[in-house]
């Protein structure tokens, strides 16, 4: 029973998220340390678990029957990704409220443990997703607002920030307290199983804690590089059929390896030619813009593969 528990890569993943909790309680990572931490997280799985798409898509194809063209898979995606480019910079305060949109509903749908048909299910998840981004990006303002004030061309200055920014905090915590009371009730009363829910409040309760106490990029790097990343990764791997021992994971990264290598070399020139002498907070703010580009056509093919899946179409 307790193997079989331990043996879920929620949970081995919430034991690896303590193990680094520790880590930096004991040693005090220092800002240099905390940056490398990060890079190594976007790069070794960050970018890479939306490297997939082409496979996903493919695959999706095959198993519901219908025609997939390599030519418009390719164009369809380049051209999603270079219009979210012209939004960024030349509305860029739009482009950051898009973006925060997208991945409240991409994160919510990849912690969302409840998927079931119909609009609540979306509603919740993405209500969840946008309280917990607001929340990530609010309670270290020390280190988000000059980040988000170059993400934003001056627009919303720093200022800004850190004057609204206890109140976005202040919002986010409370909405996403009134989710962990009202959720389990709804889903319980929809006869979910109580260790589903627990499951989730563990989770939800945890990652506040994690990433309040923790460092920004620390913290961040392992929510989004681990957390979020591999929980998507075997998500990915169920769609295309491969084990899961070293060797299936290992065909996995294998798979995504050519197209993070062009995803990486972009995020690269985007940052070596606008980023100003390569000081963190404007190398930062390109990598998210980078990462911000690749996400629209990534969650316009995962969205696909996680109803897929989740909603159990998938035997």
């Not at 804690?209 to 979020?228: Q, R």
């Not at 990598?287 to 690749?294: C, P, R, V």
């Amino acid at each position: 029973m307790i193997l079989t528990w331990l043996q879920q890569l929620r949970i081995q993943l919430l034991l690896a998220a303590l193990l680094v909790a520790v880590w930096v309680l004991v040693v005090e990572p220092t800002p240099a340390t905390q940056w490398i931490f990060f890079l190594i997280m976007i790069i070794a799985t960050g970018v890479p678990h939306g490297s997939l798409d082409f496979y996903v898509e493919q695959s999706q194809a095959a198993l519901t029957q219908n025609k997939f063209s390599i030519l418009r898979f390719f164009l369809r995606y380049l051209l999603n990704m270079f219009v979210y480019a012209v939004i960024w910079f030349w509305m860029p305060s739009i482009a950051l409220l898009i973006f925060i949109f997208l991945t409240a509903y991409h994160f919510g749908q990849i912690d969302w443990p409840f998927h079931r048909p119909g609009w609540m299910n979306p509603f919740l998840f993405s209500l969840y997703g946008l309280f917990f981004i607001v929340f990530i990006i609010t309670i270290q303002l020390q280190e988000t607002a000059p980040v988000l004030e170059m993400l934003t061309k001056d627009t919303l200055p720093a200022g800004y920030w850190q004057q609204n920014g206890p109140f976005y905090a202040t919002i986010s915590l409370i909405g996403l307290s009134v989710l962990v009371v009202l959720v389990p009730v709804y889903q319980y009363s929809r006869g979910v199983a109580t260790t589903q829910i627990a499951g989730w409040l563990l989770q939800t309760i945890f990652w506040c804690i994690f990433l309040y106490k923790m460092p920004l990029y620390i913290g961040f790097a392992f929510y989004f590089g681990c957390w979020h990343s591999l929980l998507s990764f075997n998500l990915i791997r169920q769609q295309l059929n491969l084990s899961s021992t070293a060797a299936g994971w290992g065909e996995l990264m294998r798979k995504a390896l050519p197209f993070s290598l062009a995803a990486l070399i972009g995020i690269a020139v985007l940052v070596y030619f606008f980023a100003e002498n390569w000081q963190m907070n404007t190398s930062m703010g390109y990598i998210f813009m980078g990462i911000a580009i690749l996400t629209l056509p990534h969650l316009q093919v995962f969205s696909g593969l996680v109803n897929y899946i989740a909603l159990g179409r998938k035997k």
